[in-house]
């Protein structure tokens, strides 16, 4: 990728980085069009090129600071500092509406992105989620408190869980192209409540 692209006013790069999460959100990898992505950012396509060489590492670059940023974001709203699980869930969901309102196909091209089966861009997005999903399995599971919970839970496995309920979630709603920030947020909220009267002991349902 061409430095340049970083000395651009933040209008412009993240005019090209909307541009390209909402084009690649569309389409698969190999038939996502440059020109479309151009179109959206209000350049030529010979200007997208020259930040970006080709469409692949535009593709990754745009995983890349999918991925990055909501661990940022996270970290920044201090998302993993609680012990309470569920005060977890609750400060993540803030953080990623956030996200959702600054990016807002960002979702999304995640989904897309991770489901991607192309052999020109599979291998490196399967390396990435290896690492974040390492991360971000253990960076929760070791501040968790299991006298939080009921007795004999096994805690990654409910992890897992949530995990599965909330990709399921979010793919239904990007197949159904009602990514809507406010009703995703109080829908998450209901879930947390949900889940924390099913797995927490009962004196700490509140």
Known sequence: MNEKFFSLPIQKQEAMINAGFHVFSQYPYKKSPMNEIAAAAGISKSLLFHYFHNKKELYLFLW?????????TL???????PKDLFDILYMGVRAKIQILRRYPDLSAFAMKAYYEKDPAVCPDILKSIEKYSSY?????????????????????????DMYWATVGYLWEKTQQGDLDAD????????LIRF????????????
């Open 136 to 160: 971000r399995t253990n960076a929760v599971l070791l501040n968790l408190d299991p006298e939080q919970f009921i007795p004999g839970l096994d805690l990654e496995m409910m992890y897992h």
């Open 64 to 72: 890349e600071k999918c991925v990055g940023f909501v661990f940022e």
């Open 183 to 190: 009703a995703i947020e109080q829908d998450f909220l209901k």
């Open 195 to 206: 889940w924390r009267a099913v797995y927490a002991r009962k004196e700490d349902t509140r």
């Open 75 to 81: 970290e920044e709203n201090d998302c993993y500092a």
